[in-house]
């Protein structure tokens, strides 16, 4: 497995970003997700885990606030389960400290509001992730902002 960064991401990899995207719009993505996803990876980097010729699993980001975002994050359906985010979160830690800084945000949807996060939440704290604040309002839903500090 090979960790990599695109700070400008190629055709090749929207289209894959966006595929996986497409696979979970049913029970996690609303529709609009893989649309906005396309222009999102026009300012945004992406970093991903690559096996051959194909993205296992990847997360979207950016820098918001001085600290480094995950806008979207996913793992392929086949790999799920299999340690791949993890890891992907892991090597992602490294480099956002090998670059100077010492924690990641993300924010998700509100559980509360849509069951199928409950597992989203959990991974996050898994790997390290504390949730700092609820937004109840923010969104169709409400949502979590987690951080991940060392």
């Given at each position: 497995?090979?960790?990599?960064?695109?700070?400008?991401?190629?055709?090749?990899?929207?289209?894959?970003?966006?595929?996986?995207t497409e696979s979970y719009t049913e029970d996690f993505?609303?529709d609009n997700v893989p649309a906005d996803t396309t222009?999102?990876?026009?300012?945004?980097?992406v970093a991903y885990l690559m096996n051959e010729s194909?993205?296992?699993?990847?997360?979207?980001?950016?820098?918001?606030?001085?600290?480094?975002?995950?806008?979207?994050?996913?793992?392929?359906?086949?790999?799920?389960?299999?340690?791949?985010?993890?890891?992907?979160?892991?090597?992602?830690?490294?480099?956002?400290?090998?670059?100077?800084?010492?924690?990641?945000?993300?924010?998700?949807?509100?559980?509360?509001?849509?069951?199928?996060?409950?597992?989203?939440?959990?991974?996050?704290?898994?790997?390290?992730?504390?949730?700092?604040?609820?937004?109840?309002?923010?969104?169709?839903?409400?949502?979590?902002?987690?951080?991940?500090?060392?």
């Amino acid at each position: 497995m090979r960790f990599c960064i695109e700070k400008e991401a190629s055709a090749g990899t929207v289209r894959q970003i966006i595929s996986i995207t497409e696979s979970y719009t049913e029970d996690f993505f609303t529709d609009n997700v893989p649309a906005d996803t396309t222009n999102d990876l026009l300012f945004q980097s992406v970093a991903y885990l690559m096996n051959e010729s194909e993205i296992v699993s990847f997360l979207v980001f950016t820098c918001l606030d001085g600290s480094p975002h995950i806008t979207l994050f996913a793992t392929k359906r086949e790999f799920r389960g299999k340690g791949y985010g993890t890891l992907l979160i892991s090597q992602f830690s490294a480099y956002v400290e090998s670059i100077g800084f010492r924690q990641i945000e993300v924010m998700t949807v509100l559980p509360e509001s849509k069951p199928v996060y409950y597992s989203t939440v959990a991974f996050y704290q898994g790997v390290g992730f504390e949730i700092i604040n609820v937004y109840p309002f923010l969104w169709e839903s409400g949502a979590l902002k987690l951080r991940k500090s060392w």
